[in-house]
């Protein structure tokens, strides 16, 4: 009876095949083969990939170097992005004018940006070291020492995307309701108590939603690191997804760039679930 | 005591609280009456701290609470919506409060329960409040106010928002509660001449945001000082007729008339007699137009044109009467207020009540 519902079923699951899992399966299928420069094709290779990378000690620091600085940057991406938030909030003036000011950064596109970036940091030609050493603080090796490479990395992808919190929480808080608020007020909460009591508790679904989608992509970078530093120096900014790109489309190690990317993700998938059931668990749920 | 002295409150030049002078004693329920727009809620939020007024002072026992903010002053209140903090299960959020008082939350959590299982929400406390009837939130934003035993308890229409069995059933709780609530000055905000009439030990009538009378609720509703206040403390609205007196009583549609001891000091002149609506009756030789019926329980207000004038008829029983009908009415004209043309009362009939 109603067989032919699973007949309109088919147009979705033809695209989901076709956009989806046929590129995932091939990927998977790429990472047993040993395609690289000399041998192109599908030839078998078993597991070799696999074992290969277990022993590539550069991949996992790239990997455990791509989530310091994708935890570290959305944090203070979410903490930045939150002052923003509640500073045009409520009636300040020309909030309007600095709500869209606030965006700006992530409206423009990120290689170009990184370009500019890279002009600003450069250590003799960039406009940021002079400054620097006009209020005392001194100029910095920012691209040059492994240390301040990774701070500039930080501080572009912190520049670039510290707007998309801004807007998801000022969304958040726009659509708070007033009355928790009158009740703090009468309950004997101060504006502190009352942030970290109603607001903070407010936003904590947006919170992790927003958390969790800047994570993801933070996990991806690629086009600052290349723009900027190249990975380096050395392999100082090296992210994973960057050393896959190196692997993959500069030593044309087709299968094992596969193996790493399938590795990558699974990590990826396993990490943000466990991130994300934390996050409910403890800013969602045990908000009491 | 908590007193207010010369409060005034303006927003967009209307004026909200003009000049209210009163003091209330501590343990006394004072409601405070007027309709929509009298500014009973601005009392109430002025005395919270939640608006600040333009003047005026406002003290507790003698301590000056102008520069005191809302989260520091020793109240409690319960507004017209029921506002709760969404996101805690309602056992903390009436432990909230004691929380923010500096106790500690397993003590605060079992005052909370206590108070849950008086206000009858005990099976409830690990429920959040969207998952409770509209007047289960106002009996846990009830408790939260309570529990806190501030010393100044504003309750601003808390039931207005719910329906009639409900409202009647909760009032009385609410009484019981605060029964025990020895040294406790309830402020009562309500639109209804009836709630202030069973619940306060005073009353005090506002309207455009002045203070128009206080004192005795019985006393108030038996002589309403005048024509203003009359119209305040009488629900259905009290009518007003036309009077005029030379070597008779003219008034308006229902003619000459003889108004027996309540015109015998009159001076001849125009007045105005508030009759109300309870001692207007069907059957009668003056022909009315019925405008609108509204039936509430098992009482009928019957709205009415009286060539041109405007009167309301109270009936305790059920009638249709159709619109666009006409009825014969009459009136207990002796048992009517005669106002001057200051609206100042200067006679009323016989045997109020």
């Not at chain 1, 992530?106 to 960039?126: A, C, D, K, Q």
């Not at chain 2, 009315?288 to 509430?296: D, K, M, N, P, Q």
Request: net charge positive; glycine share 8%; no cysteine.
């Amino acid at each position: 009876m109603y067989r032919q519902k699973y007949l309109f079923l088919l147009p979705g699951l033809i695209a989901l095949t076709a956009i989806i899992l046929f590129p995932l399966i091939f990927t998977i299928r790429v990472s047993f083969s040993g395609w690289d420069v000399y041998n192109p094709g599908l030839s078998w290779a078993g597991v070799k990939n696999y074992v290969r990378l277990f022993e590539d000690t550069r991949y996992w620091s790239a990997l455990s170097r791509l989530s310091l600085l994708a935890i570290s940057t959305v944090l203070i991406q979410y903490v930045l992005g939150f002052a923003l938030a509640l500073m045009v909030w409520k009636d300040v003036h020309a909030r309007r004018f600095f709500r869209v000011l606030f965006l700006v950064p992530m409206m423009t596109t990120p290689v170009i940006m990184s370009v500019i970036w890279r002009t600003i940091f450069h250590e003799s030609l960039g406009p940021l070291n002079p400054l620097l050493d006009a209020i005392v603080l001194g100029g910095q090796p920012w691209l040059s020492s492994p240390g301040w490479a990774f701070a500039a990395v930080m501080i572009v992808e912190i520049w670039q995307w510290t707007p998309f919190m801004f807007l998801l929480l000022l969304a958040g808080l726009l659509s708070l309701p007033s009355e928790p608020y009158l009740a703090a007020k009468i309950d004997g909460a101060g504006p502190v108590r009352t942030f970290f009591s109603v607001t903070f508790p407010g936003l904590a679904a947006i919170s992790v939603g927003a958390l969790l989608i800047r994570l993801i992509e933070a996990s991806k970078i690629l086009d600052t690191v290349y723009v900027l530093t190249s990975g380096g120096p050395g392999e100082a900014t090296e992210t994973a997804s960057y050393y896959i790109y190196i692997r993959g489309l500069r030593d044309f190690q087709i299968g094992y760039s596969a193996a790493l990317s399938i590795t990558y993700l699974v990590i990826m998938i396993v990490a943000l679930t466990i991130i994300a059931k934390l996050m409910v668990r403890f800013l969602v749920k045990g908000q009491s | 005591m908590l007193d207010l002295h010369n409060l005034r409150l303006a927003e967009n030049g209307v004026p909200h609280l003009d000049s209210i002078t009163a003091s209330f004693a501590p343990g006394t329920l004072t409601t405070i009456l007027g309709r929509t727009g009298a500014g009973k809620t601005s009392l109430l939020r002025a005395i919270a701290g939640l608006a600040i007024p333009d003047a005026g002072e406002i003290r507790l026992d003698g301590a000056d609470w102008r520069r005191l903010p809302p989260w520091k002053r020793p109240i409690a209140m319960v507004t017209q919506q029921f506002i709760n903090y969404p996101h805690l299960p309602v056992l903390d959020n009436v432990a909230f409060p004691l929380v923010r008082r500096g106790e500690k939350w397993p003590a605060a959590r079992d005052a909370a329960r206590a108070m849950l299982d008086k206000v009858g929400l005990a099976a409830m406390v690990d429920r959040r409040p969207s998952q409770l009837s509209g007047g289960q939130q106002q009996r846990v934003a009830i408790a939260r106010a309570l529990v806190k035993k501030a010393p100044v308890l504003l309750l601003d229409e808390p039931f207005v928002n719910l329906d009639y069995k409900l409202r009647e059933g909760l009032r009385e709780e609410l009484v019981e509660m605060l029964r025990t609530e020895t040294g406790t000055t309830v402020l009562y905000a309500s639109t209804e001449p009836r709630e202030a009439l069973q619940l306060g030990d005073r009353i005090m009538l506002m309207a455009e945001g002045r203070l128009l009378d206080a004192g005795d609720p019985r006393a108030i509703f038996e002589r309403p000082a005048t024509l203003e206040a009359a119209q305040v403390v009488n629900a259905p609205p009290i009518n007003i007729v036309p009077l005029e007196i030379d070597t008779v009583a003219r008034m308006g549609p229902f003619g000459t008339q003889e108004l027996g001891a309540l015109g015998r000091d009159l001076a001849p002149g125009r007045y105005r007699l508030g009759l109300r609506a309870g001692d207007i009756a069907p059957g009668g030789p003056h022909r009315a137009r019925v405008i609108l019926t509204e039936v509430s329980g098992s009482e009928t207000v019957t709205h009415l044109d009286l060539a041109g004038l405007p009167l309301v008829m109270h009936e305790k029983s059920v009638v249709a009467h159709a619109p666009g009908s006409e009825i014969g009415i009459s009136a207990r004209l002796d048992r009517g207020f005669v106002f001057a043309a200051n609206g100042a009362l200067i006679s009323q009939g016989a045997s109020h009540g």
